[in-house]
């Protein structure tokens, strides 16, 4: 069975500091991992996955991160929040043969000025 | 390359109307799957769908739902005798193929309102 706890349900950092998001996963098998990004009333884009290349993943807009097998996570990090980085983040696992993807609950990121 | 559409991007109903999503795949995807997202809340599966198959429908609520994706034409989601408990934000989401699970290109969502 496959499950994803993101431990947050909202985020609030200051523009230019630092921004870290957190992620644990549960998978019988090994998973694959994504981290979408949801602006308001707008479809989700996909930031950045994992398929069991490099454990540190890079995205698009200086988003990176890093899986953990040890730890069970799949934290999203970046070094200095943009205000446009204000939105709703999923953190999300799919099984090797599953026919679908399993979203957490998301984390609202809210950036102050 | 257009992305995936779908449409109407808004849909208000009474109770008891039909209520019908239409989803349209990136080019060259042959693969589909809708999602909905209740308030406050993630994504959760529906059905996924290839060219005149479902092929899993196992988050498909057992009554009033039902999808299809012909062989011409946009895939549907249908929700007969709607209820306030179906608003909520219904996603599509479209691949290449199985092999390329790990792809699903998002549209930008129907958000459907019961009155």
């Known amino acids: 069975a496959q499950s994803v706890t993101q431990l947050d349900s909202h985020v609030s950092v200051s523009e230019g500091t630092p921004v870290l998001l957190r992620c644990n996963y549960s998978?019988?098998?090994?998973?694959?991992l994504f981290w979408y990004v949801q602006h308001p009333n707008k479809g989700l884009q996909l930031l950045l996955k994992?398929?069991?290349?490099?454990?540190l993943v890079k995205g698009i807009n200086g988003f990176e991160a890093e899986f953990k097998k040890s730890e069970t996570s799949f934290h999203l990090t970046k070094p200095s929040a943009h205000m446009s980085d204000a939105a709703e983040y999923f953190c999300?696992?799919?099984?090797?043969?599953?026919?679908?993807?399993?979203f957490g609950t998301g984390t609202r990121l809210t950036v102050i000025p | 390359n257009a992305g995936v559409m779908q449409n109407p991007r808004h849909l208000v109903r009474r109770r008891g109307q039909e209520a019908r999503l239409r989803c349209s795949p990136m080019?060259?995807?042959?693969?589909v799957y809708w999602y909905r997202q209740l308030p406050e809340e993630g994504l959760k599966f529906m059905v996924y769908?290839?060219?005149?198959?479902?092929?899993?429908e196992s988050g498909m609520p057992k009554e009033r739902f039902s999808a299809e994706f012909p062989k011409e034409g946009p895939s549907i989601l249908r929700i007969q005798q709607v209820v306030r408990g179906d608003s909520a934000a219904y996603f599509c989401?479209?691949?290449?193929?199985?092999?390329?699970?790990?792809?699903?290109?998002f549209g930008p969502g129907t958000r459907l309102t019961v009155l």
């Open positions: 080019k060259g995807h042959s693969h």
């Open positions: 998978s019988s098998y090994s998973p694959s």
């Open positions: 999300v696992v799919s099984e090797a043969g599953a026919n679908n993807l399993f």
């Open positions: 989401a479209s691949s290449p193929g199985l092999a390329r699970l790990d792809e699903q290109f």
């Open positions: 769908l290839q060219k005149e198959n479902i092929i899993d």
């Open positions: 994992y398929t069991s290349a490099a454990t």
